[in-house]
């Protein structure tokens, strides 16, 4: 899985505490922590975060439309639009027909209607990154909340 910094992707492996990621400005993407709407502008300007501490921990994976480059835990917050409503839902509650929120390295927003959903029978390292302001960043293009 990579993660967007100020010098483009890079593997989530590589990065350390210290390191600068880029996440979303505030105006760009709105979040009610309560109950999981959010509202996104027309695209996504990005500014520097600081990566402060890491998790790493062996956890199932699911990915979606057979990308299996860009896993995900059961339990990562990722931005969805389902039933119409744009809502951060678990990996685990995304359903065929959601439509998961892509952001590219220029800040384009776009939707990945989920097609399929397949589960890895083994458990694989999965990285918990607390950043020093934010909770929300971007990896394998996904807009995913910590």
């Known amino acids: 899985m990579n993660i967007l910094t100020p010098f483009g992707l890079e593997p989530i492996e590589s990065i350390k505490i210290g390191d600068t990621v880029l996440v979303?400005?505030?105006?760009?993407?709105?979040?009610?922590?309560?109950?999981?709407?959010?509202?996104?502008?027309?695209?996504?300007?990005?500014?520097?975060?600081?990566?402060?501490?890491?998790?790493i921990t062996e956890k199932p994976v699911l990915y979606f439309n057979n990308n299996d480059g860009a896993s995900v835990s059961e339990t990562q917050p990722i931005f969805t639009i389902s039933n119409g409503q744009e809502i951060v839902k678990m990996a685990q509650d995304i359903i065929v027909g959601d439509a998961i929120i892509r952001v590219d390295e220029n800040g384009n927003v776009s939707k990945e209607i989920v097609e399929n959903i397949n589960k890895s029978n083994d458990t694989k390292p999965t990285y918990y990154l607390k950043l020093e302001n934010g909770t929300i960043f971007v990896a394998e293009g996904i807009l995913i909340n910590q």
């Open 24 to 55: 979303p400005n505030k105006e760009s993407v709105i979040l009610d922590e309560a109950t999981g709407l959010y509202k996104l502008s027309g695209s996504v300007v990005f500014v520097n975060d600081t990566v402060i501490d890491i998790e």
